[in-house]
């Protein structure tokens, strides 16, 4: 039972254009949604989060949107640069049921120049 | 200032053989995991601890036992190696701010012959 799914696994996109990047969630009792980066042999690393109770946060080329009505939310980057390749994995957030994280399967973003 | 440092980065064990997977974080964060990452799968939670002395199950707990007797360590024992448990492990830590997300190693990639 899938709480959190990614469902494209792999995206393209050229250089300088748009990428959004699509989770899905089932739960409503999750608090935080989060975007992590993973480049090959590291660690995830933290991207931008954004609270249950908001529809939008930015943070320079990147910004999250969140449609709770939907139980959808979306990472778009703009302008997408070739250093953006990586694994882009969703995650949401029990913070009631000890700060657990749960993730998404992952979507390979490939920026080409 | 390390962050979350893991040992050892790669590691071979024959079915049965048991191993201790090491994590330890120097950011003074409460809450810890353990994850493991396998191919379309994303990261699933094994076990967590939101402070020293108390730890829980998360979603994929068999065959794995932890314990968090400070907050710096957080050890993840495998207790019989099986070829299922072949995977990348990664240790995390936060501490649990609102939107603050975790922190990871950079990982263990673990191989059961």
């Known amino acids: 039972d899938q709480q959190v799914k990614q469902n494209s696994p792999s995206l393209s996109v050229q250089e300088g254009r748009i990428s959004i990047l699509n989770c899905d969630y089932t739960?409503?009792?999750?608090?935080?949604f989060l975007w992590y980066k993973k480049y090959p042999a590291e660690g995830p690393t933290f991207l931008i989060s954004?609270?249950?109770?908001?529809d939008k946060n930015e943070d320079g080329r990147f910004t999250v949107f969140l449609n709770k009505s939907a139980k959808h939310l979306s990472l778009h980057i703009v302008p997408s640069q070739p250093g953006d390749s990586a694994v882009y994995f969703c995650?949401?957030?029990?913070?009631?049921?000890?700060?657990?994280?749960?993730f998404g399967a992952g979507t390979i973003l490939r920026v080409k120049s | 200032n390390a962050g979350v440092t893991q040992t050892p980065k790669f590691q071979v064990l024959k079915t049965g053989q048991s191993m201790t997977l090491q994590c330890a974080q120097d950011?003074?964060?409460?809450?810890m995991s353990w994850y493991r990452q396998d191919p379309g799968m994303g990261l699933r939670l094994i076990h967590y601890?939101?402070?020293?002395?108390?730890?829980d199950q998360g979603e994929v707990p068999n065959g794995y036992n932890v314990s968090r007797s400070t907050t710096e360590d957080f050890p993840l024992r495998l207790l019989s190696a099986a070829p299922s448990q072949t995977s990348v492990y990664f240790c995390?830590?936060?501490?649990?701010?609102?939107?603050?997300?975790?922190?990871f190693g950079s990982g263990t990639r673990l191989t059961v012959v």
């Open positions: 995650a949401a957030r029990y913070m009631e049921y000890g700060n657990k994280l749960v």
């Open positions: 601890s939101v402070g020293a002395g108390i730890t």
């Open positions: 954004i609270s249950s109770i908001k």
């Open positions: 995390a830590s936060s501490p649990g701010t609102v939107g603050g997300g975790y922190t």
């Open positions: 950011m003074n964060h409460e809450y």
């Open positions: 739960n409503s009792m999750f608090d935080y």
